[in-house]
């Protein structure tokens, strides 16, 4: 609904530590200070998008970065 600002994270188990982060999809739900309980406003609006997997990921970084951007990333 906004603009969208995509990165993409390098780091052993890096899914894991962003959803940590980013806290629980349902901003009610989500603990204090994570991303979706500092700024999400409901579950549909909460402020960021994670992959739920590696494979998404992949998927998903594919979708916004070209393959020479993801490479000189690596």
Do not use: Q
């Amino acid at each position: 609904s906004g603009p969208v600002i995509p990165i993409s994270l390098a780091r052993e188990n890096a899914v894991l530590h962003l959803r940590e982060v980013m806290g629980a999809t349902d901003v009610a739900k989500a603990a204090p200070g994570t991303i979706r309980n500092l700024y999400g406003t409901s579950i549909e609006a909460n402020a960021i998008h994670g992959s739920d997997s590696e494979e998404n990921a992949a998927i998903e970084t594919a979708f916004f970065f070209s393959r020479a951007e993801r490479i000189a990333a690596e």
